[in-house]
């Protein structure tokens, strides 16, 4: 059974400040998505990964994904106040179109 | 285009009564999902689907029944309302190919008391 973890849940960080939050899963998979929540809100897409090694950027986020250890970083550089939401990691287990969503890490940035 | 839309925006059920969520996207995509988001956690697959007449369980189907018998809708029928499931709920559509990315709806606000 394909599980998703995430960590830290909770993240508290000054404006400026570099942070990275983790995505682990379980069993193999061929897609990992990133998403970002705001409070109230429908999922926005961020980021679609599919090979190892796999690194894509856009502003101030960049995601990357190994394969080989299953895991899944999602960098924050020079945080800043809009950067304030939840962030949500989707796997999807190989070769169907379920997903398996992380518990999603809230990130507050501080002005 | 529209995109994904969803209805209604939000519901109060009492505990037994029936209801149907709609759902629908004008993208031509062939794969369509619900989930729920309980409040603080991450979203839970409930039903998908991978074309009209084809559907399938995901993590959490009990207490739910979908069709898909067009592309365009795919309707979540609540029967027997409980209070485990108030919930917002999700939908999404996907084109499928190699990137398969999931376009969301703005969701709807379920309360079962």
Same mark, same amino acid.
């Given at each position: 059974e394909l599980k998703v973890e995430q960590n830290p849940l909770f993240l508290s960080m000054q404006e400026g400040k570099n942070y990275t939050i983790y995505c682990n899963y379980s069993t193999t998979s061929d897609r990992l998505y990133w998403y970002r929540q705001d409070p109230g809100k429908s999922l926005e897409s961020l980021f679609v990964l599919l090979s190892n090694g796999a690194v894509k950027q856009e502003g101030r986020l960049m995601a990357s994904l190994d394969t080989k250890a299953r895991l899944s970083t999602l960098h924050i550089t020079a945080a800043v106040h809009d950067l304030s939401a939840t962030y949500f990691c989707a796997v999807s287990t190989s070769g169907t179109y379920k997903y398996i969503f992380g518990t999603g890490t809230r990130l507050k940035v501080l002005a | 285009n529209a995109g994904v839309t969803q209805t209604p925006k939000f519901r109060i059920l009492k505990i037994g009564q029936s209801m149907t969520l709609q759902c629908a996207q004008?993208? &031509?995509? &062939?794969y369509m999902y619900w989930y729920r988001q309980d409040p603080g956690m991450g979203l839970k697959l409930i039903y998908y689907s991978v074309g009209a007449g084809i559907t399938d369980k995901g993590e959490v189907p009990n207490g739910y029944n979908v069709s898909r018998s067009t592309t365009e809708d795919f309707p979540l029928r609540l029967e027997l309302a409980a209070p485990s499931q108030t919930s917002v709920y999700f939908c999404a559509s996907s084109l499928g190919g190699i990137y398969n990315e999931q376009f969301f709806g703005p969701g709807t606000r379920l309360t079962v008391l």
């Amino acid at each position: 059974e394909l599980k998703v973890e995430q960590n830290p849940l909770f993240l508290s960080m000054q404006e400026g400040k570099n942070y990275t939050i983790y995505c682990n899963y379980s069993t193999t998979s061929d897609r990992l998505y990133w998403y970002r929540q705001d409070p109230g809100k429908s999922l926005e897409s961020l980021f679609v990964l599919l090979s190892n090694g796999a690194v894509k950027q856009e502003g101030r986020l960049m995601a990357s994904l190994d394969t080989k250890a299953r895991l899944s970083t999602l960098h924050i550089t020079a945080a800043v106040h809009d950067l304030s939401a939840t962030y949500f990691c989707a796997v999807s287990t190989s070769g169907t179109y379920k997903y398996i969503f992380g518990t999603g890490t809230r990130l507050k940035v501080l002005a | 285009n529209a995109g994904v839309t969803q209805t209604p925006k939000f519901r109060i059920l009492k505990i037994g009564q029936s209801m149907t969520l709609q759902c629908a996207q004008d993208m &031509n995509h &062939n794969y369509m999902y619900w989930y729920r988001q309980d409040p603080g956690m991450g979203l839970k697959l409930i039903y998908y689907s991978v074309g009209a007449g084809i559907t399938d369980k995901g993590e959490v189907p009990n207490g739910y029944n979908v069709s898909r018998s067009t592309t365009e809708d795919f309707p979540l029928r609540l029967e027997l309302a409980a209070p485990s499931q108030t919930s917002v709920y999700f939908c999404a559509s996907s084109l499928g190919g190699i990137y398969n990315e999931q376009f969301f709806g703005p969701g709807t606000r379920l309360t079962v008391l």
